[in-house]
């Protein structure tokens, strides 16, 4: 009803707003100018106000780059987001480049060559040296891009099962993670949403010897420095596994396992210790003192960056990354799969 309601009055606007235009029309002198076609002074305006427009645009441009870099996210903390913000920064600066070169010779020339009386527009049909430049710079810059995005999203997703990976499974549904570890075998049993039933939410077949010593957690503990490899799979709805602070990100399909795998390399204690990161939380939190909420404290969080349902904004699970040693003491008290189904 609020939407219906909310339209009605954006027509009713619109019809007043063209209703006044034609006051407008009947109350000019006889011998006002009603043509349609520009003329000297409109050309003028006209060039003046695309001048007027670019000076404001790059303005703003630098403006929101000043203000808003201490929203970013700060350095990488995995062992290939070096490679990752590398590209990004490329890109970016490619983009920047050609978006200032561009706009600044789009709104000069509409300005210097604007309509005049007696100026005539030079016929021009066609400079073959010009088309070949203009299309053969793109080229090769898109190329060079392109490949070396490849090259860099292939030493990105190819996990080597040589160094013996922790192999984790990222399990989505609406609107929460569940991660499930490879016990000591690191090999982690065959699942199938077939299988759930009561406390086996995940499906993981009772009687696969290989499932027994998985273990079923719901906050994802990582040592630094090893290397991760991660089994995701969907019960529901297509969702997408983003580690925003690792560069990491892969989608949850269902009906299919995908994977990624990185390495973490710097742990939540050492995150929350670093100075932008200090000053990032102190701002937060003076925000949120304002607002009457709790302070808060950084954390790395896994989040859901497919549009999956109504609570999609709230699927999260905490990260933790920690020494090898603590992530061996968490993960030794964390029960095995079967001792979970012999309770039922």
Same mark, same amino acid.
């Given at each position: 009803?609020? &939407? ?9 606007? /619109? @019809?007043?707003?063209? !209703? ?22 409109? %050309?003028?305006? $006209? ?50 480049? @050609?978006?200032? @070169? ?13 309509? /005049? ?41 190819? &996990? %080597? ?11 989505? $549904? ?17 699942? %199938? ?30 040592? @630094? ?23 990491? !990100?892969? %989608? ?28 990032? &939380? ?33 699927? $999260?699970?905490? &990260? ?13 008290? !964390? ?10």
């Amino acid at each position: 009803m609020t &939407v219906f309601l909310v339209i009605i009055v954006l027509a009713l606007l /619109a @019809v007043t707003g063209w !209703q006044i235009s034609k006051i407008f029309e009947l109350s000019k002198t006889p011998d006002a100018d009603t043509s349609q076609v520009a003329n000297n002074k409109d %050309n003028e305006n $006209q060039g003046k106000l695309m001048m007027g427009f670019a000076l404001f645009l790059y303005v703003l441009m630098f403006y929101c780059f000043w203000t808003f870099t201490n929203v970013t996210l700060p350095d990488a903390a995995s062992e290939h987001g070096s490679k990752y913000d590398n590209l990004m920064l490329i890109s970016m600066l490619l983009i920047m480049f @050609v978006q200032i @070169v561009t706009q600044a010779l789009l709104h000069y020339f509409a300005y210097k060559y604007r309509g /005049a009386a007696g100026k005539k527009a030079l016929f021009y049909a066609d400079n073959d040296k010009l088309e070949f430049i203009w299309t053969i710079v793109p080229v090769i810059v898109l190329a060079g891009l392109i490949i070396y995005g490849l090259f860099t999203w292939t030493d990105i997703m190819s &996990v %080597n099962e040589d160094e013996d990976p922790i192999i984790v499974e990222l399990y989505a $549904q609406q609107f929460s993670w569940t991660a499930r570890y490879a016990g000591e075998d690191n090999t982690l049993g065959e699942a %199938n949403v077939r299988f759930i039933e009561g406390a086996n939410v995940l499906g993981v077949d009772k009687e696969d010897s290989y499932a027994q010593d998985d273990k079923i957690v719901r906050e994802l503990h990582l040592p @630094v420095n090893k290397p991760v490899l991660f089994k995701l799979r969907s019960q529901d709805v297509l969702h997408s596994a983003y580690f925003p602070h690792f560069r990491a !990100q892969m %989608n949850v399909v269902p009906g299919m396992i995908t994977q990624f795998g990185f390495t973490p390399t710097v742990t939540t204690e050492e995150m929350r210790n670093d100075d932008d990161m200090i000053d990032k &939380v102190e701002h937060i939190n003076e925000i949120r003192k304002d607002n009457g909420d709790d302070s808060y404290e950084f954390d790395y969080f896994l989040l859901c960056n497919k549009i999956c349902g109504q609570a999609h904004y709230n699927m $999260q699970m905490k &990260v933790v990354v920690e020494s090898e040693a603590d992530y061996e003491a968490w993960l030794a008290e !964390q029960g095995t799969f079967e001792e979970s189904m012999s309770q039922e």
